[in-house]
């Protein structure tokens, strides 16, 4: 499968963005789907990824689940969908959590990304060596 990610040069900022399609995760080499399978503990997917790959991917969701709810929560309050829910009365598991923004049919890893690094939240995972 070959996937073609348009480069775009934003007229006011000048600064070139990447247009991803929902499948990807940025920084990932797996489609979401894949990844959310794991993440959710779901095995009727077959993951064409060994046992490390899919822990790391575990890890990598559990670090960043609190920084993904705070961003999906300062989303909804810059576009003026405040919510007036107590925490306490959330789900206590950090994927409940963030279900309780996106929803948890198919598709939340994606509609987790897409507002998050469309707004230029997502988090960096690259790192240059300089020695």
Not at 23 to 32: A, G, Q, T
Not at 36 to 51: F, N, R, Y
């Amino acid at each position: 499968m070959c996937l073609v990610i348009r480069r775009l040069r934003c007229a006011e900022c000048r600064r070139i963005h990447h247009e991803l399609p929902d499948k990807l995760v940025p920084y990932k080499r797996h489609v979401s789907e894949s990844i959310e399978a794991v993440v959710t503990g779901e095995s009727k997917l077959s993951i064409p990824a060994d046992e490390a790959t899919l822990g790391r991917w575990r890890h990598w969701f559990n670090n960043l689940a609190d920084y993904f709810q705070g961003c999906l929560e300062s989303i909804k309050i810059r576009y003026g969908n405040e919510s007036v829910n107590d925490p306490s009365l959330l789900p206590k598991s950090k994927l409940q959590r963030i279900w309780h923004h996106v929803g948890d049919a198919p598709g939340w890893l994606a509609r987790i990304v897409r507002p998050i690094a469309n707004l230029n939240l997502w988090p960096h995972t690259r790192f240059a060596f300089c020695p």
